[in-house]
């Protein structure tokens, strides 16, 4: 059984910087692709970043949604089983639960989409006041 326990949320400024971190275990990590989603109440979750099962300089991918595009940086540490989120320049609408997830295929670029992720974790809160 896959477990995905999330961490480093908290409250925060506008401008500040936090960094989640998503530990994975009872299985492999290494080859699946990871993201990063956050959903706030009575909305849809989103996307937010994603990232390829590789690291490597040529097959290493790495993707984000629009709104994170120059503040958010998803990397990975396969050794540690861990991929984590650096979010910068944080603005009060980043507010919500942000949640990591492994994708259903191996080896992949990756997605955007929910569906295609077939594990998640419980989330850890991101606050940012004004």
């Known amino acids: 059984q896959v477990q995905l326990v999330e961490s480093g949320g908290g409250l925060v400024h506008a401008g500040d910087s936090l960094k989640l971190s998503c530990v994975v275990s009872g299985g492999a990590f290494n080859i699946y692709p990871m993201a990063w989603f956050r959903q706030t109440p009575g909305k849809e979750r989103e996307f937010v970043a994603g990232?390829?099962?590789?690291?490597?300089?040529?097959?290493?991918?790495?993707f984000n949604a629009d709104f994170a595009k120059g503040r958010f940086t998803i990397s990975r540490d396969n050794p540690k089983n861990t991929v984590y989120l650096q979010m910068d320049s944080l603005k009060p609408e980043d507010t919500a639960v942000y949640y990591c997830?492994?994708?259903?295929?191996?080896?992949?670029?990756?997605?955007?989409?929910?569906?295609?992720?077939?594990?998640w974790g419980r989330g850890t809160q991101v606050t940012v006041s004004s």
């Open positions: 990232i390829s099962w590789s690291t490597d300089a040529t097959f290493g991918h790495t």
């Open positions: 997830a492994k994708h259903k295929l191996a080896y992949g670029l990756g997605s955007r989409v929910s569906s295609d992720f077939d594990s």
